[in-house]
C-alpha cells in the first residue's frame, strides 16, 4: 500500500478552495437527493414521503413511450438529437415553439430570443442566483431577496458567495381550523440598495402555497421601482405542468425572469430547464452555458415539442396532470386528519399547488430534524422544514416545527406513513423528548 494512504483520503489532506469548501460540504439538497435516490433504488419497504419526484401517471408515461418510439423509428431525427450539440441558447425549433405556446396562451409578444434551455431548472438557478449576487463592480455585495419565506430548499447552498441570499418571514393567516396560509409581509418587506432581485416561487415549494395575483403584481411593481429583476420559479405552475388548484394568471414583464421545467409533466431525468426573459439576461445565461456545459441536452426539447405545437401539452396538464395531483392532494389530507385525530395539534398549509403538504406541529418538543431522523429510522421519508428557512435575520422557532410530504407516490403508502407519523409524535409528545 502507498504510504500517502495512512494519511486518508486525497480530499482529506488537499487545502480545499472557497469553491470547494461551500459546494462539497452537506446541505439539505444533498440530504434530500440522497434520500430520495436510496429510496428509488430498491428498499421497497420505504415509505417516500421526501424529495421532489413526480408521479409515474400511466396516461403520461404513454405519451413519452410513443414519443420515444416516433424518434426512434426517425433515423434523422435520432442522430440529429443524440449526435449534434446544440446552440447554448438551446434547440432554435424548440425555441421558437416555446415561444409561440406562451404568446397564444398569454399574449406576451415573445420571441425565441427571449427564452433560453439549461441543463434542468437546478441550473437555471444556480446561473441567475450567482449572476445577480455577489459583490458588484462598484464593492457593493448584491443580495437575492426571497419575500415569502420558507421557500424551496434547492436555492439555499446555491451562490458561490455566502451571505448573498436574504429572506422575510411570511405573516401566517389561520383560515380554518386545522389549516392556515402564509402571505407576504409587505410591511416588513424592506427591499434595500443592495438587493439585486426579488425571487419567489409559484406555486410555492414546499408550501403549496400560490401567491395571489395581487401579490404577484405588487412584487412586480417593486421590481419595477427598482429596476431590478422579479424572478418567478414556474416549475408547477401554467400552461405547463399547471398543477395548480385555484385560479391565478402567470405574469410576466419587462422585468420578469419566468423559471419552467420539464420535470413535474414526468421528464425529471432529462435535466432540461426553460427561461423566459428580457434578450439581455437570455444572452447571460448562454454565455453562462456555453462556459459551463458548451450545450444543454437534446432529448427534452425534442420529446415535447410536438406537442407544444399542437397544444397536446396543454390538454395533458389540465386534464390529466393537474387532476391526478388534486385528488392525490385530497387523499394525503384526508389521511392525516384521520390519523392525527383530536389528540395531535396540527395544522395543514391550504393545498393551493404543487406535489407537496406542508405540515405545522406548533407544539412539537423535539426539532423536526430529530423527527425526520425518528421517522426514517421507522421507514418514514419527509423532509425536515428547517432546511427551508435560510437567509433570516432573526432565528424563527417555527422553523423547527415544520415537514414537508411529498403525495405523488402511492395513496396508500402515504396512509401508512401518516399513521406511523401519527403514532411517532404521540410517543414524543408523550415522553417530551
Not at 396516461?59 to 435520432?78: F, K, S, Y
Not at 425526520?372 to 433570516?392: C, D, M, P, Q, T
Request: a negative charge; one cysteine or more.
Amino acid at each position: 500500500m502507498p504510504k500517502s494512504a495512512s494519511r486518508g483520503t486525497l480530499i482529506d489532506t488537499m487545502k480545499l478552495t472557497r469553491f470547494a469548501e461551500r459546494f462539497s460540504r452537506k446541505t439539505g439538497i444533498l440530504e434530500l437527493m440522497d434520500d430520495l435516490g436510496r429510496a428509488m433504488d430498491g428498499r421497497s419497504d420505504m415509505r417516500m414521503l421526501g424529495g421532489g419526484n413526480p408521479a409515474h401517471i400511466p396516461g403520461v408515461n404513454e405519451i413519452w413511450r410513443r414519443r420515444t418510439a416516433e424518434i426512434l423509428a426517425n433515423g434523422v431525427e435520432l442522430e440529429e438529437t443524440l449526435g449534434n450539440y446544440d446552440t447554448p441558447q438551446g434547440k432554435h425549433a424548440f425555441l421558437e415553439s416555446m415561444a409561440d405556446l406562451l404568446n397564444r396562451e398569454f399574449d406576451w409578444n415573445l420571441t425565441s430570443k427571449n427564452i433560453a434551455v439549461t441543463n434542468g431548472s437546478q441550473m437555471a438557478f444556480f446561473l441567475l442566483l450567482n449572476l445577480l449576487s455577489d459583490t458588484d463592480t462598484d464593492g457593493l455585495k448584491r443580495k437575492v431577496c426571497f419575500p415569502l419565506c420558507p421557500e424551496y430548499i434547492g436555492y439555499a447552498d446555491q451562490t458561490v458567495e455566502p451571505g448573498a441570499l436574504t429572506t422575510r418571514p411570511a405573516k401566517i393567516e389561520l383560515t380554518r381550523p386545522g389549516f392556515y396560509k402564509y402571505n407576504v409581509d409587505f410591511e416588513k418587506l424592506n427591499v434595500t440598495p443592495d438587493i439585486s432581485a426579488l425571487c419567489i416561487s409559484r406555486p410555492t415549494n414546499p408550501t403549496g402555497n400560490v401567491l395571489t395575483d395581487q401579490e404577484v403584481a405588487r412584487l412586480a411593481g417593486i421590481a419595477g421601482e427598482r429596476n431590478i429583476p422579479f424572478i418567478i420559479d414556474n416549475a408547477y405552475g401554467a400552461p405547463f405542468p399547471n398543477i395548480l388548484f385555484r385560479d391565478v394568471k402567470p405574469y410576466w414583464d419587462n422585468h420578469v425572469i419566468l423559471s419552467m421545467s420539464l420535470s413535474k409533466l414526468g421528464l425529471p431525468a432529462v435535466r432540461t430547464g426553460i427561461i423566459v426573459a428580457e434578450e439581455s439576461i437570455i444572452e447571460a445565461v448562454s454565455a453562462c452555458n456555453a462556459v459551463i456545459s458548451l450545450s444543454n441536452g437534446s432529448l427534452g426539447q425534442v420529446l415535447v415539442r410536438p406537442l407544444i405545437d399542437s397544444g397536446d401539452i396543454l390538454r395533458l396538464s389540465k386534464n390529466v396532470i393537474r387532476p391526478f395531483y388534486e385528488k392525490r392532494s385530497k387523499s394525503a389530507v384526508a389521511a392525516l386528519q384521520e390519523a392525527f385525530g383530536d389528540d395531535i395539534p396540527y395544522r395543514i398549509h391550504e393545498s393551493e399547488g404543487s406535489i407537496f403538504l406542508w405540515l405545522w406541529l406548533p407544539e412539537l418538543p423535539v426539532t423536526s430534524a430529530e423527527l425526520y431522523e425518528r421517522l426514517k429510522a421507522r421507514g418514514v421519508l419527509v423532509v425536515s422544514g428547517h432546511y427551508f428557512f435560510y437567509g433570516l435575520d432573526d432565528p424563527w422557532a417555527h422553523a423547527d416545527q415544520c415537514l414537508r410530504l411529498s403525495y405523488a407516490q402511492d395513496p396508500v403508502k402515504f396512509r401508512e406513513a401518516a399513521d406511523i407519523m401519527a403514532d411517532e409524535i404521540r410517543r414524543v409528545m408523550d415522553t417530551g423528548k
